[in-house]
T-cell receptor, first 111, second 116 residues
Framework: KQEVTQIPAALSVPEGENLVLNCSFT??????LQWFRQDPGKGLTSLLL?????REQTSGRLNASLDKSSGRSTLYIAASQPGDSATYLC??????????FGDGTTLTVKP | DVKVTQSSRYLVKRTGEKVFLECVQD?????MFWYRQDPGLGLRLIYF???????EKGDIPEGYSVSREKKERFSLILESASTNQTSMYLC???????????????FGPGTRLLVL
């Protein structure tokens, strides 16, 4: 059974800092891995999707990497801003249609 | 932009009531999903559908059923609501890529259901 772990559970940083969020998974047989952002009481917004054959994806200040062999993905956020404050979730697509989600990392960026 | 809409943002129901949660997507996606999100338990898949009239159980289907009569609409049904079904319900959709891979999931805003 696929298990997805996100560390740390919470992170607080000053504005402008570069930071890394971690996601680990137990079964390397995956279709893809997706990073989401969730604001309090809202739905999930897709940030980046990495197919199993890819090593990384970039969008603006965000860079996500995938290392299937070690069961890890990282989300790098450059020059963090207060507007980046949210919960970040990773989801591993493990077979047809089914994803396993991590519990998320709650990020607070202080002005 | 992909848009996934859910019929209600907040819903209050009584134990034993039949509850319908509706989800509509406007991007002709083949796949649609229903999740529930609970503190400490994360997001868990209830059901998903990969085509009209097709459905598959997720990780926690007990107490729920679904209906997909049209491609754009996926309904979650609580046959007899119970207090342990109080939760945030999230709908999502995705397309199936050319190589058969599953593409980005797009989520609706969520329905917060309270069962009294």
């Amino acid at each position: 059974k696929q298990e997805v772990t996100q560390i740390p559970a919470a992170l607080s940083v000053p504005e402008g800092e570069n930071l890394v969020l971690n996601c680990s998974f137990t079964d390397s047989a995956i279709y893809n891995l997706q990073w989401f952002r969730q604001d309090p009481g809202k739905g999930l917004t897709s940030l980046l999707l990495i197919q199993s054959s890819q090593r990384e994806q970039t969008s603006g200040r965000l860079n996500a990497s995938l290392d299937k062999s070690s069961g890890r993905s990282t989300l790098y956020i450059a020059a963090s801003q207060p507007g980046d404050s949210a919960t970040y979730l990773c989801a591993v697509r493990r077979d047809a249609g089914k994803s396993t989600f991590g519990d998320g990392t709650t990020l607070t960026v202080k002005p | 932009d992909v848009k996934v809409t859910q019929s209600s943002r907040y819903l209050v129901k009584r134990t034993g009531e039949k509850v319908f949660l509706e989800c509509v997507q406007d991007m002709d996606h083949e796949n649609m999903f229903w999740y529930r999100q609970d503190p400490g338990l994360g997001l868990r898949l209830i059901y998903f559908s990969y085509d009209v009239k097709m459905k598959e159980k997720g990780d926690i289907p007990e107490g729920y059923s679904v209906s997909r009569e049209k491609k754009e609409r996926f309904s979650l049904i609580l046959e007899s609501a119970s207090t342990n079904q109080t939760s945030m319900y999230l709908c999502a959709s995705s397309s199936t890529g050319l190589a058969g891979g599953h593409e980005t999931q797009y989520f609706g805003p969520g329905t917060r259901l309270l069962v009294l």
